[in-house]
């Protein structure tokens, strides 16, 4: 059995010092590690940064996190990253990471992902150059994301967790306005996750959206914005194979 | 800051119809809360029978305090209801089984 707290869109900025700490400090009694599904800050600044770095820093368990759209903002994603992980934090962009859990191997594939909408209602690569690098940063961040679950697959881990900011499926939209579906998520990620298999899917940014759903291929799906489970954080209990 | 006032875009002058036009003044406050110190974009503000109706989840006590001044300043002279909620930060008080 595999405890599995994940929160996203906790949108840390000067005022947020210690509003989560109390929570965290409590979750070696309730889980094995910490999926942070991005949005970590207001702006993306290495000060909003640091305040998510103190939160979470020497937490009981490992912290897996992959940035956000809000944490590109200031245009310092890297430096952010930087920041987090010297918090003791694995930040994922396009690639996977395997947390020894209590003698079980997880595996975690994290991209941040982008949008452009669900099958019949996406956008496509054809148009004004802008159109298409759009639908393209979506499929590289797609392909990304199937290539580290896919390496995942041979490194022996009981269960395999996509980890995105932006949704895979419609499903855990529910609640939001259609009309903005194409900038929460893409089918290109359900795609890729279907593609290399998976055990559960977790991710943020539609605050307005829903926990539960599921992709086209059977894979578990939450929807694990801060104002959607209005929590500190969710936990999952997944059996290992 | 990706602050569209600060970009070139022209305001309609006070007065004029569009300035006056409910549904310009509902997208400019939009335009604020993301750009201003907020970054807001998971608020929304819908117009609802003459009125504008705001709601959604902030991340603090102060964000909420900012969101509402900001929203008095957009939306002055207009019916504006609120129902803003702070994210809750208690632990889970259960796991779900998967």
Redesign the interface.
């Known amino acids: 059995m595999i ?1 599995v707290a994940a929160v996203g ?5 000067p ?2 010092q210690g ?2 700490r ?2 965290f400090e ?1 979750l070696s009694e ?1 889980a094995d590690l910490l999926l942070l599904a991005g949005d970590l800050t ?2 993306g600044t290495p000060q909003e940064a640091r305040v998510v770095a103190e939160e979470v820093r020497d937490l009981p368990v490992p912290v897996v996190a992959v940035l956000g759209n ?1 944490d590109h ?1 200031d245009e310092q994603p890297d430096k952010v990253a930087a920041i987090l992980r010297d918090a003791d934090v694995t930040v994922l962009e396009g690639e996977g990471t395997v947390v020894e859990c209590a003698g079980t191997r997880v595996g975690i594939a994290g991209a941040k992902g982008f949008g452009g909408g669900f099958v019949g209602r996406s956008a496509g690569e054809f148009g004004e150059p802008l159109m298409k690098e759009f639908v393209r940063t979506t499929r590289r961040s797609a392909d990304s994301l199937r290539t580290a679950l896919e390496e995942l697959g041979g490194r022996d881990c009981a269960v395999r967790i996509a980890l995105t900011h932006f949704s895979p499926v419609a499903d855990t939209l529910a609640g939001e306005p259609p009309e903005i579906y194409p900038f929460l998520g893409s089918y290109l990620l359900a795609e890729a996750i279907d593609t290399a298999g998976a ?2 899917a977790v991710h943020g940014h539609a ?2 959206g829903t926990e539960h759903g599921m992709t086209a291929g059977g894979v ?1 799906v939450r929807n694990v914005a ?2 959607v ?11 290992a194979a | 800051m990706n602050d569209p006032t600060a970009q070139g875009r022209t305001a309609p002058q006070t007065g004029s119809p569009a300035a006056e036009n409910i549904e310009y003044r509902v997208a400019h406050l939009h335009d604020r809360l993301a750009a201003e110190e907020l970054g807001e974009l998971g608020v929304r503000a819908e117009i609802r029978a003459g009125a504008v109706a705001i709601t959604g989840t902030v991340p603090s006590g102060r964000c909420r305090e900012t969101l509402l001044r900001i929203v008095r300043e957009e939306l002055t002279g207009l019916t504006v209801h609120t129902d803003v909620v702070v994210a809750e930060t208690a632990g889970p008080d259960h796991a779900e089984e998967l």
Do not use: K
Request: proline content about 6%; overall charge positive; aromatic content about 6%.
């Open positions: 405890r869109d906790i949108h840390m900025g005022d947020s509003l989560l109390p929570a409590t309730v207001r702006h809000h903002h055990d559960l605050h307005l578990r801060q104002p489970i209005r929590r500190a954080f969710n936990v999952y209990r997944l059996n």
